[in-house]
């Protein structure tokens, strides 16, 4: 009998790591990578209960010293927001992608805006868009939600915890707002990492897309 290399599928498995360091803040373009999840979510538009949906995507950086970089787990939805800055546009972040690329006509159905992320995705159609970080702390979070609710276990919390109560968990959270936030590190950038100031545990940085420029950029 020959001596088998074990290889486990199981608890012991490790998983290769997810997470690069995400590019620094700033302008870039890129084209949508991979299409993780596409899913419908009901919400209220001026007293009417509607449909929307919400899409998992992750992009890839086209040039530039990121070129190839990518930017994972931003969460785009096709809900409707008026515009900071007492402009009366209404639009969706939806819909900033697809004027970012210049796509046309700009879909008016779910299944439009769905059938054009998977257009775009399909023709490596590339958009641009304004990079932020954002340091989060879940213990931080966890802890605050559990204190809200008055319940000792996380599960209990989340299946309990109303929205305002959601909402404060969620500013105990937060931790750094945007990558000055972060520490920086000896090559005129920032560190990717710090440890939360008031539990200690881990913060990364997470990368969030908080605006396309709509073409021509
Ligand atoms: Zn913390």
């Known amino acids: 009998m020959t001596d088998e290399i074990k290889v486990s599928w199981g608890d012991d498995w490790e998983e ?5 360091p995400p590019p620094p803040a700033g302008d870039y373009r890129a084209f949508i990578h991979e299409i993780r999840e596409v899913k419908p979510f009901r919400t209220v538009v001026d007293g009417a209960e509607l449909t929307r949906i919400n899409a998992v995507l992750d992009f890839k950086i086209l040039g530039g010293p990121h070129d190839g970089e990518t930017v994972n787990f931003q969460r785009i939805s096709n809900m409707e927001f008026q515009r900071r800055g007492g402009s009366k546009v209404i639009s969706s972040k939806m819909s900033d992608l697809l004027n970012s690329s210049g796509f046309q006509p700009q879909p008016y159905t779910n299944d439009g805006y769905e059938a054009a992320l998977n257009r775009m995705k399909e ?12 340091g989060f702390c879940s213990t931080c979070y966890g802890e605050a939600l559990k204190t809200a609710t008055s319940c000792v276990d996380l599960a209990a919390a989340k299946s309990v915890a109303n929205k305002d109560q959601f909402k404060l968990a969620s500013n105990a959270g937060m931790k750094a707002k945007n990558y000055r936030g972060f520490p920086e590190d000896n090559n005129g950038g920032r560190l990717d990492f710090y440890l939360c100031p008031a ?12 605006q396309f420029r709509k073409a021509p950029w």
Do not use: H, Q, S
């Open 123 to 134: 023709d490596k159609r590339p958009c641009a868009f304004t990079l932020e970080w954002e």
């Open 16 to 20: 290769a790591p997810m997470f690069l």
């Open 199 to 210: 539990c200690n545990g881990e913060i990364r940085a997470r990368a969030r897309i908080v």
